[in-house]
Structures are given as C-alpha cells and as structure tokens.
C-alpha cells in the first residue's frame, strides 16, 4: 500500500490532492480518524484518499476545506482530480467542451453525458467494466458542472427516439432519466429534441457525434467508437458535420412534440402504473 509519505505531488492530481491532505491534517494535529469524524465519514476513508486508493468527492473536499480552513484549496483542487480519472483519449475532448461556448450533439444510443442522471450514467459506465467504476461517475458528474455556471453553454441535443425506449438501469432509473430531459427542455440555454423513428434514413446512421463552437478558438468535430475518440478541428470536416447536423434538426420533432413524446414514452413505458421488476 502507498503511504502520503512518500507519495511524488507532482505525479498526478490525485498524488498532489492525497499528499496535500494528509500534510494539511497533520499540520492541524489531527488523527485520519478525527478529521473523519469532523467531516462525518470515517477514518479509512481519509487513509484510503491521502494514499489514493480512492478518489476524493467534491463533497468531501468541500468538508475538508470547512474543517481545516484551507480557503477553498481543496474544491479547487478536486475538479483537477476528477477530470484526471476520465479515460486519457476522452480528456482533450473534456477540457474543450468545458471551454465551448456552444454544444451541438447527436446521440443515437444514449442520453449525452452532460444530460445523464447519476443512476443512469452508473449503469452506462458499469458496461465497460471498469477497475475503478466510482471514480468514472464522479468525474462524470463533475463534468456536468459546467450547466451550473452562470452563464452556460448554448446546448442543442438531437436524440434519436431509441434513446427513450432503451431501459438503462430499469424502469425507475429511466422514468428519472427521462423526468431530467424535461427540466432542461425548459431551461432557455438548451434545446433538445427527438429524432423520431418516422424519419426513416437520416445523416446521424453512422453514429452518434458532436460539434463545438468557440469565442476564441476553432470550432471543433468530435466522435469516438468502441475503443478511442476523435477530435478534429479541420474546417472542412467541421462544415460538413454542420451540414449533416442541420438536416437532423431539420428531420427531428420540435422542441415542444419532443417534450411531449419523452413525457408520453416515460408514462406508458416507465410510469408508476407499470410493473415493477
């Protein structure tokens, strides 16, 4: 097992966050099992983060910085932590999308990242297996953190229908799934809408992709498959997936019949009156 001691604050975030605790704690003359109990969680918790074994929340940090006064240090320091634990093909995508000021994205399969209930988004991350599947979802969740800014990406969200009738996580966890896209179907920064299964052959067969605009650097093409992402910021390649964009919003329902269809399919396929397995 590492110990703080001897762990290297320049090797990762999560290194210099681990280190940093445990030398913020002892600088207060305090057990792991003190802090823990000032912070509501246990002692192990606090070894396991100061030695990385497990990756720090941001409402722990924010306890942390509470107890021991560090003025911040620590939630500052977490989004570094968190964005770290997404797979290293999907990083240069996440710091650009946190910088866009405008996000167009077609998902043929799933509810986009930005958009995904913490229940959902466990469920699609549990698929791949990973090694450390908490750690995927905090991250996931932190990288939603950028609906939360005062001043918000404009969003545009083409989904295909089959994204409302595919059960992640069971019923409830898609009635709740469901019940988010019709909350931000009302905030005025964000545009969803359906691309109905009556629309027959459209541009978005060939998968899921997303565009993102910039007030100071180009406009940027991203995909991904099975294995990696990819990221281009060629102009012509942008202007073609803009194209091929237009016609999927063109093709979709409104922004009004889509609310209308996400609440019809989460009442008749998702609703309380339905089964419970």
Same mark, same amino acid.
């Given at each position: 097992?590492? !110990?703080a001691? #001897?762990? +290297? ?9 681990g ?7 002892? *600088?207060?003359?305090?057990?792991? =099992? ?15 983060i100061?030695?990385t074994?497990?990756?720090p929340?941001?409402?722990? =940090? ?6 021991l006064?560090? +003025?911040?240090?620590?939630?500052r320091? /977490?989004?570094?932590?968190?964005? #770290? ?9 996440a ?5 866009? *000021? ?8 799933? /509810? ?6 913490? *229940?959902?988004a ?8 990973p +090694? ?9 969740m ?9 001043q918000p ?39 969803i809408?359906?691309?109905?299964y ?10 899921a992709? @997303? ?6 650097h ?15 910021? @060629?102009p ?10 237009? !016609?999927?919003q063109? #093709?979709?329902? #409104?922004?009004?019949? =889509?609310? *209308? ?11 309380? !009156? @339905?089964?419970?397995?």
């Amino acid at each position: 097992m590492a !110990h703080a001691l #001897s762990l +290297d604050p320049s090797a990762s975030p999560l290194d210099y966050y681990g280190y940093e605790l445990r030398r913020q704690r002892e *600088a207060h003359g305090l057990k792991q =099992s003190q802090l823990g109990d000032i912070i509501f969680c246990t002692g192990s918790l606090v070894g396991q983060i100061e030695t990385t074994k497990r990756v720090p929340t941001r409402d722990f =940090s924010e306890r942390v910085d509470a107890a021991l006064g560090t +003025d911040g240090m620590f939630s500052r320091l /977490v989004g570094l932590v968190l964005r #770290s634990q997404l797979p290293h093909w999907f990083q240069p995508y996440a710091e650009m999308e946190a910088t866009a *000021a405008y996000i167009s994205t077609y998902q043929a399969q799933l /509810v986009y990242g930005l958009l995904q209930t913490e *229940a959902y988004a466990r469920a699609v991350l549990a698929t791949g297996m990973p +090694d450390d599947l908490e750690g995927l979802l905090a991250a996931r969740m932190e990288r939603q953190r950028i609906l939360e800014r005062e001043q918000p990406p404009l969003a545009c969200v083409v989904l295909d229908e089959a994204v409302l009738h595919r059960p992640i996580g069971g019923r409830g966890v898609m009635r709740e799934q469901l019940a988010r896209l019709l909350e931000f179907s009302a905030h005025r920064w964000m545009r969803i809408q359906v691309l109905p299964y009556s629309a027959g052959e459209h541009p978005g067969l060939a998968g899921a992709f @997303n565009l993102l605009r910039f007030e100071d650097h180009a406009d940027v093409f991203y995909t991904e498959d099975m294995i990696a992402g990819h990221m281009t910021a @060629n102009p012509e390649t942008f202007k073609e997936a803009s194209l091929h964009y237009a !016609h999927l919003q063109a #093709s979709a329902l #409104s922004v009004r019949d =889509s609310a *209308a269809l996400i609440a019809r399919v989460m009442e008749e396929h998702y609703g309380e !009156h @339905n089964a419970v397995a």
